[in-house]
């Protein structure tokens, strides 16, 4: 696996259970799949012999990211290795505007566009659409980096963006009622299977929450939008995990972006899927024949652990020690990462039979393990209390 982050940590995990021994391409010896996996290739994913000594002797090479240049990928497929997904796929995972006119070819619906090549063009799209604006890097960016809302006419960022040869493109600010995304995994002869679409709940550009199924559809709108990201995983010919992130707005739904890897609106699945998109990603890439992706519970909710602005004054393995003596049933996921302001450290999932219960439960435990607060004002000194009347 090309990577070496959290989604390369649990999809080593998976890869345990399947009798496979994952070998990670990491920066750094302490990045978080690089602490646990047997074996670790240390350097860069732009660096084409690193590439190469992570390739061989496996029997494939997948991704945790999307950031390998095309011409290395090329270059190992050239070799002889196999990579799923390939090159031509992942292209549309690594470029927005590859991939908003590869759709718009197919009739998928997608937001409005147009490059950025000068201020002349940002005008010219403004004077269709109005404002304000979203403008996008094309490549790179993720978890709100490269994205800028523009409010009016100063070109804010655009004239230093494009004097450093960033490839943009802009978009309306799209009125919508909230962003839903489905994951769907495809095996090399085309065997596909989906899970339930589920609503992401984002704050600042970074998803919060993920609540599976997504409220308020009906069995219609879930059907259709399963058969749109099996028609883009068929078309664009992707094997292994795609995940389409999508904007619901009053009139239909349209495509925003494109993942071809494990992604976090699917970290639910590990324990509220029969299979997890982990286990899934492996068994497609490894053409296995795909598992279940049934869920196992009516509700299930994961959110995201997200370092505090202040440190807390509690190690994070007493407030594990607190957070289960409240919830014991909290399944938690905790990545190996310093905690900073923003970063993702881990999440917590949480299931059960109404979704409110379920995400207040998920929210106060995620917020407990990023500030070492509880949030609803719960003290622990009942925590010894607690453990006597459960037999603890």
């Not at 996996?37 to 999307?66: I, N, Q, Y």
């Not at 939008?225 to 992707?238: K, M, S």
């Not at 299979?275 to 995201?304: I, W």
Request: charge should be negative; aromatic fraction near 4%.
């Amino acid at each position: 696996m090309v990577g070496a982050g959290q989604l390369a940590r649990m999809t080593h995990q998976a890869a345990i259970a399947l009798g496979q021994s994952l070998r990670v391409l990491a920066v750094r010896a302490d990045e978080p799949a690089a602490q646990v996996a047997p074996r670790v290739v240390l350097g860069s994913a732009d660096d084409l012999d690193a590439l190469r000594a992570l390739a061989r002797g496996c029997h494939v090479v997948t991704f945790d990211h999307e950031q390998v240049p095309q011409e290395h990928l090329r270059a190992l497929v050239e070799a002889g290795v196999t990579v799923r997904p390939g090159p031509e796929a992942l292209l549309h995972a690594q470029d927005k505007l590859v991939m908003r006119r590869r759709l718009t070819e197919l009739g998928v619906p997608v937001p409005p566009y147009a490059p950025v090549t000068d201020l002349a063009d940002l005008k010219a799209f403004a004077a269709d659409h109005g404002w304000p604006l979203v403008l996008k890097a094309a490549r790179g960016g993720y978890d709100g980096r490269g994205v800028w809302l523009l409010d009016g006419p100063d070109p804010g960022p655009v004239e230093e963006l494009l004097a450093a040869g960033t490839p943009l493109l802009v978009e309306p600010a799209v009125a919508m009622r909230r962003e839903l995304a489905v994951q769907v995994v495809r095996s090399p002869f085309g065997q596909a299977a989906t899970w339930p679409m589920v609503e992401t709940v984002q704050s600042d550009g970074q998803c919060v929450q993920v609540l599976a199924p997504a409220p308020g559809l009906d069995e219609g709108q879930t059907l259709g939008a399963q058969q749109l990201a099996l028609r883009i995983a068929h078309e664009l010919g992707v094997v292994g995990l795609l995940a389409v992130e999508l904007f619901e707005t009053d009139d239909c739904l349209l495509v925003n972006e494109l993942a071809m890897r494990p992604h976090n609106s699917g970290h639910w699945t590990i324990e509220g899927a029969r299979t997890s998109q982990f286990e899934q990603h492996l068994r497609a890439v490894l053409d296995y024949p795909l598992g279940s992706t049934e869920p196992t519970a009516p509700a299930v909710v994961m959110a995201n652990v997200l370092g505090a602005a202040r440190p807390p004054s509690m190690g994070i393995d007493e407030r594990l020690h607190h957070l289960f003596g409240r919830f014991p049933d909290v399944k938690v996921h905790l990545y190996g990462k310093a905690e900073r302001p923003a970063r993702k450290v881990g999440h917590v999932t949480v299931l059960g039979d109404e979704l409110a219960a379920v995400r207040r439960r998920a929210v106060l435990a995620a917020e407990w393990l990023a500030t070492g607060i509880w949030s609803d004002g719960w003290s622990p000194h009942g925590y010894a209390a607690e453990r006597r009347v459960r037999g603890g």
